[in-house]
Each structure stands twice: as C-alpha cells, then as structure tokens.
C-alpha cells in the first residue's frame, strides 16, 4: 500500500470490519490505539505490552496460538456484530485516555516529582 496521509488513514481505520495487529514484539504500539480512537474494532495477541495497553478495547488472542488464533479471532469477530460493535465503542472510549495532553501531564508530574 505504501505511505498514506493522515486523513486517508483515519477514512480507512474508521470504515474497516478489523484492525489486527499481530505484533510480537512492541515497546508501545500506537497503531491499535490509533485504529481504536477511529473505530475500529482490534485484535491483539498477548503479548506485553499490548493487553495492558489495549485494555477493553481489543480482542486478545494468544500469541502461542500463532496465525490460528489471529484467523480464530478475526472469525468471531465478522460472525458477531454484538462483539464488532463493543469492541468499538470500548476502543473508542478508551483510546481517548492517550490524549497527548494527559501523556504530557503525567510526564511532567514525574519530572516535577523528580527534581524535588
């Protein structure tokens, strides 16, 4: 697909079935929250840090399950509109708590905290 602009990823994250993200290894892993705060229904493996990161708005599948439970998972998911739909609702919400602006709130409250 390439390299797309900022609105073209936002139309594709908000209109997709599923966004997985089948990452082993992530220091954060921006793109499910990304995909959340549009919409998007996520699947994740296990994985740390991205159940902690995720928290309700994704699905979580085992990592040791491999592409299987990715494909297991993605199934459910299309097979059931109830679950697509909470997971959407529960992203959003909760991909709205990793505002820049908290993110810097916190990050200041440390550095404050730290220099006495």
Do not use: Q
Not at 20 to 46: H, K, N, Q, T, W
Not at 48 to 55: A, L, Q, R, T, V
Not at 83 to 101: I, K, P, Q
């Amino acid at each position: 697909m390439g390299y797309i602009d900022h609105e073209a990823m936002v139309a594709l994250m908000s209109g997709c079935s599923a966004f997985v993200y089948p990452s082993r290894y992530e220091g954060f892993g921006l793109p499910p929250l990304e995909a959340m705060a549009c919409g998007a229904p996520v699947i994740v493996f296990d994985y740390p840090p991205m159940p902690e990161i995720s928290g309700p708005g994704a699905l979580v599948v085992p990592g040791s399950g491999g592409a299987e439970a990715l494909s297991a998972g993605l199934v459910s998911l299309l097979n059931d509109s109830e679950m697509s739909g909470a997971l959407r609702r529960r992203g959003v919400a909760h991909a709205a708590l990793y505002s820049w602006e908290s993110t810097a709130d916190a990050t200041a409250k440390v550095l404050k905290e730290a220099g006495g």
